[in-house]
């Protein structure tokens, strides 16, 4: 199940966002050739990617920001960044340029330290945008729990794109990585389970006070938990059903 848009504009060019898509972008492409050297690519995430037992050493606190803008693969990649483009310019709009960055580190930073906390000698590099978007998400989640979110499911050989309020994606999303990070040991790498569930609830604690400013539960009950404007509308779906 993947998230494809929502139909919630934001009202102001959400410079911000397309910045950090931006520079993970290319500071992937400025080092994308050394997947073909192992030894070169293990080098370079051992001086810039997070390492669990470096930072609980003492040492590479520097780490918990660079490694935010480094992926493993052009599919790391790239769904980070379809996560950071649907979700990140409606809370950028939210929070104003400046305070949305300063919100984006923050949470990254935060997920950052968790995945330490859960893994706290690991020598596993850790690398990705993910805590930090997973933040995105979280304050997403408690500014629009209702806005429509266009999923494209794929079940063997069944495709179908169709809305969702944000809730549910966001919701299951949460409760997957949780069971994950349940279910997964840190110090054996792979997806970092952890990071993610931090993120997301670090992401929904940073956007308490401006939820509050707004007016709390009121301003869900002014607009019924969709956004405060007028939806985005979409053509139907073309993909078509292939039954077995």
Known sequence: MFPIRDHNPSGRTPYVTWALMAINIVVFLSYVGLFSDPRALNG????????????????????????????????????????????????????GHLPFLGFYLGTGIIAGLIHIGSAPGSMVPTVGASGAIAGVMGGYLLLFPKARVDILLIFIVFFKVFPIPAWIMLALWFGLQFLGGLGSNPNDGGVAYWAHAGGFIAGLALTLPLWLKRG???????????????????????????KR
């Not at 769904?79 to 709009?93: A, H, K, Q, R, T």
């Not at 009950?221 to 292939?242: C, F, V, W």
């Open 44 to 95: 370079f995430f051992f001086t810039f990617a997070a390492i669990p037992a470096r930072i609980t050493s003492g040492e590479g606190f520097e780490t918990l920001i660079t490694s935010m803008f480094l992926h493993g693969g052009w599919m790391h990649l790239l769904g980070n960044m379809l996560f950071l483009y649907i979700f990140g310019d409606n809370v950028e709009d939210e929070m």
């Open 216 to 242: 709390g539960t009121a301003f869900w009950r002014n607009h019924d938990g969709h956004p405060p404007h007028p939806e985005a509308q979409y053509s139907p779906s073309r993909i078509p059903k292939l």
